[in-house]
């Protein structure tokens, strides 16, 4: 697979991920919200407030039950944000059906590898479409994808998940402890990118040189930032270091 489609796959894995973050938090915030609706009038229905005499004022509603009574709904800000999140990507989805491989992918449709438009998630639609799009399709989409994956994980409060490779060397800039496994999604679709340097407060990751470049990336592209499949990644590890024996 080409750099452009492996880091495309690892940034839509990650909002995959980061997705279903955001849906538990909508469906807490969902409950939590009815639990207050239910709560609120149950303070006014009280028997002691239903009229019956004598009961002493001291169990009459406060103006604060009054007033949690009266307030608005609260909005489920998560829910918005996924629901935000969702249409993007479907529209994402689309761009990509329309653009590139229509074929290969009607006969998926036919064969029911993918369910119809709007039965599969559009994500999950898109991650398969992805792999049969033309490299500068994938690079496209990339940079909607880190553009959502920038808005959705800061809200989320996750970053992209990630395990550094220890003792492996980067094939690309020869550095030790800077290759980095990134974990979102199956472990089959894991890749693996180098930090490069730290500067400016930031990883600056080692970019490939193109034909001549060390990294041994089939299609390398000249100016892309190195990413491996994991296990094209551990069995360099294992063939050069044979002594190690996980
Ligand atoms: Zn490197
Ligand atoms: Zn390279």
């Excluded at 009280?46 to 406060?62: A, E, L, M, W």
């Excluded at 800000?77 to 590139?100: F, H, N, P, S």
């Excluded at 041994?216 to 994991?230: K, L």
């Amino acid at each position: 697979m080409h750099p452009h489609h492996l880091h495309a796959l690892a940034a839509a894995w990650s909002l995959h991920d980061a997705r279903q973050t955001l849906d538990d938090l909508a469906r807490d915030e969902a409950a939590q919200i009815a639990a207050e609706r239910l709560e609120a009038p149950s303070l006014l229905r009280s028997t002691v407030y239903g009229g019956r005499p004598g009961s002493g004022s001291h169990s009459d509603p406060t103006p604060r039950m009054i007033a949690v009574a009266d307030r608005p709904e609260r909005r489920n800000r998560w829910a918005e944000m996924a629901e935000r999140c969702t249409t993007k990507v479907t529209w994402l989805a689309r761009q990509l059906r329309t653009i590139d491989a229509p074929p290969v992918l009607d006969r998926m449709l036919t064969e029911g590898v993918l369910g119809p438009e709007g039965e599969d998630d559009p994500l999950d639609w898109l991650i398969v479409a992805l792999r049969y799009a033309l490299p500068g399709t994938a690079a496209a989409v990339l940079r909607h994808l880190l553009a959502e994956e920038a808005w959705v994980r800061p809200a989320i409060g996750q970053r992209r998940p990630t395990q550094l490779l220890i003792g492996a060397t980067c094939p690309g800039c020869d550095r030790r402890e800077v290759l980095t496994v990134q974990t979102a999604g199956p472990k089959t679709a894991w890749t693996v990118v180098c930090v490069g340097r730290w500067e400016d407060n930031q990883h600056n990751p080692c970019l490939c040189l193109g034909a001549e470049c060390g990294c041994g990336m089939p299609g390398a592209v000249e100016g892309v930032a190195h990413i491996w499949r994991r296990d094209h990644v551990l069995r360099a590890v294992a063939g050069a270091a044979p002594t190690q024996t996980n």
